[in-house]
């Protein structure tokens, strides 16, 4: 049997770091929704003992360095299965961009074989199975929109931001998540209102929603990478209501409601940037 799942890319709209732990994470406030650039993960039964992949598009390891083969192991240790899978990644979403594209995959990963398999778990079950993968991997198998606690593991639905344009422009260069939490200093930073966010959603106050993003990963990324801030003011310049880094970076993402603005800010972009994208936010699981 063979079947197909949908990963979407996520933003982060408000992202907090409270404190480091004596795990070596951070603990985090974080408020994230799922954007329409997904990869696609297509899973194919196979009748050996054995777990394969292949992806196209942007590179990623086909063996168990990538996220996706990982889900499937980890899933084989659990429930000390004897069941083997093809997978099949075409990559969408570009990699090491902050977008959550690896964990996006593991998502589907967990998700497809729980049918697959006929494991019969529930969507908490997979999701703290997902927290053994990485800290956006329970956020990813339950999509839509969410207030992320903990290291990011710890998730509360939430109701989806009203729906806007969302064009992403991500610079070539290449940033380590684990570099920048180290590299934060966490009582210099100003800190964003992720409460204030949380009421903006529940009101639907699109206006509130862009005035109250906040990142403060931004602080690291921007000084170390100045395209990034370079791409955050054409963004603004251009229109965008809305303007943020996701995750550590380096893609920039701008909000609009307005359909030629949101043309106008994509033409603009791919003037200096190669990979730009224009997507519609998603905000619901689907
Ligand atoms: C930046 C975000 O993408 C925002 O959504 C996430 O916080 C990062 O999530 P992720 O890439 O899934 O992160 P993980 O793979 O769990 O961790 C990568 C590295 O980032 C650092 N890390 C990550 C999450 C966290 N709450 N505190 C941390 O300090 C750790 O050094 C860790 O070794
Ligand atoms: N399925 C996958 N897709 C993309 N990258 C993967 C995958 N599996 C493992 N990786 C590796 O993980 C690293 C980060 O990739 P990813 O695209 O998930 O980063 P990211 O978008 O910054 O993630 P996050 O926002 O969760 O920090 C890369 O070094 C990549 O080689």
């Known amino acids: 049997m063979?079947?197909?799942?949908?990963?979407?890319?996520?933003?982060?709209?408000?992202?907090?770091?409270?404190?480091?732990?004596?795990d070596g994470y951070h603990e985090v406030k974080m408020v994230m929704t799922t954007i329409d650039l997904a990869d696609r993960v297509e899973l194919t039964e196979l009748e050996e003992d054995k777990i394969s992949l292949e992806s196209s598009g942007g590179y990623v390891p086909s063996d168990n360095r990538n996220l996706?083969?990982?889900?499937?192991?980890?899933?084989?240790?659990?429930?000390?299965?004897?069941?083997?899978?093809?997978?099949?990644?075409?990559?969408?979403?570009?990699?090491s961009a902050g977008l959550a594209g690896g964990s996006s995959d593991a998502a589907a990963t967990l998700k497809g074989l729980n049918?697959?398999?006929?494991?019969?778990?529930?969507?908490?079950?997979?999701?703290?199975?997902?927290?053994?993968?990485?800290?956006?991997?329970?956020?990813c198998v339950y999509g839509g929109t969410a207030l992320a606690t903990?290291?990011?593991?710890?998730?509360?639905?939430?109701?989806?931001?009203?729906?806007?344009?969302?064009?992403?422009?991500?610079?070539?260069?290449?940033?380590?998540?684990?570099?920048?939490?180290?590299?934060?200093?966490?009582k210099?930073?100003?800190?964003?209102?992720?409460?204030?966010?949380?009421?903006?959603?529940?009101?639907?106050?699109?206006?509130?929603?862009?005035?109250t993003l906040g990142n403060v990963l931004e602080s690291v990324t921007l000084k170390d990478h100045p395209e990034v801030l370079h791409i955050k003011k054409q963004m603004t310049r251009l229109g965008a209501e809305g303007v943020l880094m996701s995750g550590s970076g380096p893609t920039v993402f701008g909000l609009t409601v307005h359909d030629t603005r949101a043309q106008r800010i994509y033409n603009g972009l791919r003037g200096f940037c190669n990979e730009v994208y224009m997507v519609r936010m998603l905000g619901e699981s689907e």
């Open 2 to 22: 063979k079947l197909s799942v949908k990963a979407p890319a996520k933003i982060n709209l408000s992202l907090d770091v409270l404190h480091k732990r004596d």
């Open 150 to 186: 903990g290291r990011g593991e710890r998730i509360e639905s939430i109701q989806a931001p009203p729906p806007c344009w969302v064009i992403l422009a991500k610079p070539s260069i290449g940033v380590s998540t684990a570099d920048v939490y180290r590299k934060l200093k966490i």
């Open 115 to 139: 049918q697959l398999w006929d494991l019969g778990l529930s969507l908490d079950e997979l999701a703290d199975l997902g927290a053994k993968i990485g800290s956006d991997v329970s956020f």
């Open 188 to 211: 210099e930073v100003e800190h964003p209102d992720t409460h204030s966010m949380l009421e903006a959603i529940e009101d639907k106050d699109y206006d509130r929603i862009c005035s």
């Open 68 to 95: 996706a083969f990982q889900a499937a192991e980890l899933l084989k240790k659990e429930f000390n299965l004897t069941n083997g899978v093809h997978i099949v990644i075409d990559k969408q979403i570009p990699v």
